[in-house]
Nanobody, 122 residues
C-alpha cells in the first residue's frame, strides 16, 4: 500500500533554514512527478514546488523562488525541499504529493502525505 510521509517540519526563526523530506513506501517515487504544497490556517492549498520524474524539470511558486530548492534522490526513494531564508509567511502545513503533472496543479496529484508543520516565528 502506497504511503507518503513528510518530515522535517519545525519551529524556526525568520531567516533560518529547514529541509523537508518526502519518503515513499509501497511504490517507487521515480515513476512519478512530485509536488510540494502548503496550507496555512484559513487558506487554501498553495503550490510551492514540483519536480519531474527524472528531476530534469522543476517549478517554483514566485513566493519561494530563489529561496527554496526541490530535489530528489530516487535511489533513496525520497524527495526533498530545502527551504532557506524562511519568512513568517512561509508558516503552513507542508504536504508532498505524487502523480503526473506538467503544470504543478494540485488536482493532478492523486496521492498525498499527511503533512508536516513549518512555523517561522521569532
Amino acid at each position: 500500500q502506497l504511503q507518503l510521509v513528510e518530515s522535517g517540519g519545525d519551529l524556526v526563526q525568520p531567516g533560518g533554514s529547514l529541509r523537508l523530506s518526502c519518503a515513499a513506501s509501497g511504490d517507487t517515487l521515480a515513476n512519478y512527478d512530485i509536488g510540494w504544497f502548503r496550507q496555512a490556517p484559513g487558506q487554501g492549498r498553495e503550490r510551492v514546488s514540483c519536480i519531474s520524474r527524472t528531476g530534469g524539470s522543476t517549478d517554483y511558486a514566485n513566493s519561494v523562488k530563489g529561496r527554496f530548492t526541490i530535489f530528489r534522490d530516487n535511489a533513496e526513494n525520497t524527495v526533498y525541499l530545502q527551504m532557506n531564508s524562511l519568512k513568517p509567511e512561509d508558516t503552513a502545513v507542508y504536504f508532498c504529493a505524487m502523480g503526473f503533472s506538467r503544470l504543478c496543479n494540485p488536482g493532478d496529484f492523486g496521492s498525498w502525505g499527511q503533512g508536516t508543520q513549518v512555523t517561522v516565528s521569532s
